[in-house]
């Protein structure tokens, strides 16, 4: 399993991350109170959106640079076909969105960063089985960002690692940790297959308003249950669970929460002009 992105990817990464804390430090950047979509669950974020979306676009370069884009033209046309919708309803026009299947079958996996840009491993398309399924597995990638939730993590972790350690030490650079704090808050460095570490509240709010958006897309909601269920099966009797696992709720609370928030999404989902649910193939 790879680590991504390496060692000289993380150096390049740390320095611009310095000078983005050198602004923060500054005082240049103002902390701003944001609210998450659909769940309005008000959120501590002192980047910029553009210092975000720059920082997500930097780390997708990285991640491209370690990882081999699939060619596979059924599964590359599933993912345009299926975040294009998702998208479409999303209400995010300050992302410049882009789509990428990475081929690495034992990754049961996607993941998304800041600005936009979203990563599916060939691994997880199997079990996504459908569009419903893959809707399932992007909607919840495009909430992640929607929501600003890489963003929230590097306002949350990095300001308070470095509130604990201080500012002259932060900016000393030779402590491995700051950039290891950053590379956590992007989920990705210490992490393999670029999975997300995100909260549990970030995690359970990207599948609340990712099934929000699969119905607004015309995706059936309820095929979400269908999808979570497949990948119990599917990691199940794994030598090695995947990292899904450690850093996600557990299915099981993950499909009651999803129940839960039915109701919800059902409205939209008949309302909205209807996905075709085709079969993915290899
Ligand atoms: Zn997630």
Same mark, same amino acid.
């Given at each position: 399993?790879?680590?991504?992105?390496?060692?000289?990817?993380?150096?390049?990464?740390?320095?611009?991350?310095?000078?983005?804390?050198?602004?923060?430090?500054?005082?240049?950047?103002?902390?701003?109170?944001?609210?998450?979509?659909? %769940?309005?669950?008000?959120?501590?974020?002192?980047?910029?959106?553009?210092?975000?979306?720059?920082?997500?676009?930097?780390?997708?370069?990285?991640?491209?640079?370690?990882?081999?884009?699939?060619?596979?033209?059924?599964?590359?046309?599933?993912?345009?076909?299926?975040? %294009?919708?998702?998208?479409?309803?999303?209400?995010?026009?300050?992302?410049?969105?882009?789509?990428?299947?990475?081929?690495?079958?034992?990754?049961?996996?996607?993941?998304?960063?800041?600005?936009?840009?979203?990563?599916?491993? %060939?691994?997880?398309?199997?079990?996504?089985?459908?569009?419903?399924?893959?809707?399932?597995?992007?909607?919840?990638?495009?909430?992640?960002?929607?929501?600003?939730?890489?963003?929230?993590?590097?306002? %949350?972790?990095?300001?308070?690692?470095?509130?604990?350690?201080?500012?002259?030490?932060?900016?000393?650079?030779?402590?491995?940790?700051?950039?290891?704090?950053?590379?956590?808050?992007?989920?990705?460095?210490?992490?393999?297959?670029?999975?997300?570490?995100?909260?549990?509240?970030?995690?359970?709010?990207?599948?609340?308003?990712?099934?929000?958006?699969?119905?607004?897309?015309?995706?059936?909601?309820?095929?979400?249950?269908?999808?979570?269920?497949?990948?119990?099966?599917?990691?199940?009797?794994?030598?090695?669970?995947?990292?899904?696992?450690?850093?996600?709720?557990?299915?099981?609370?993950?499909?009651?929460?999803?129940?839960?928030?039915?109701?919800?999404?059902?409205?939209?989902?008949?309302?909205?002009?209807?996905?075709?649910?085709?079969?993915?193939?290899?």
């Amino acid at each position: 399993m790879k680590s991504i992105p390496g060692k000289a990817a993380k150096n390049r990464l740390f320095k611009s991350s310095l000078i983005l804390l050198v602004l923060i430090i500054s005082g240049a950047v103002a902390a701003a109170c944001y609210k998450a979509p659909v %769940t309005g669950r008000s959120q501590f974020i002192i980047l910029s959106q553009s210092e975000e979306n720059q920082m997500g676009v930097a780390a997708f370069q990285e991640v491209l640079k370690e990882e081999q884009v699939s060619g596979n033209a059924q599964y590359n046309e599933a993912v345009t076909r299926v975040g %294009t919708r998702i998208v479409g309803v999303a209400d995010t026009p300050q992302y410049n969105w882009d789509f990428k299947v990475l081929k690495d079958d034992e990754q049961i996996n996607a993941f998304a960063l800041p600005g936009g840009k979203v990563g599916v491993y %060939t691994g997880i398309l199997p079990v996504a089985a459908n569009d419903a399924g893959l809707a399932t597995v992007m909607a919840h990638e495009v909430a992640h960002v929607a929501a600003r939730h890489g963003g929230e993590r590097v306002s %949350t972790d990095v300001l308070a690692q470095i509130g604990a350690v201080g500012v002259s030490a932060a900016l000393g650079g030779s402590d491995p940790w700051v950039s290891e704090a950053i590379m956590q808050a992007y989920g990705i460095g210490v992490t393999v297959g670029g999975i997300l570490p995100f909260s549990r509240t970030q995690e359970a709010e990207a599948d609340q308003i990712g099934l929000i958006y699969m119905a607004k897309a015309g995706y059936d909601p309820r095929e979400a249950i269908a999808f979570w269920e497949r990948m119990d099966a599917a990691v199940k009797g794994k030598p090695q669970p995947p990292e899904f696992l450690s850093t996600h709720p557990g299915y099981g609370t993950r499909i009651n929460n999803l129940k839960k928030w039915l109701p919800q999404a059902l409205p939209y989902y008949e309302q909205s002009q209807k996905a075709p649910n085709n079969a993915i193939t290899k």
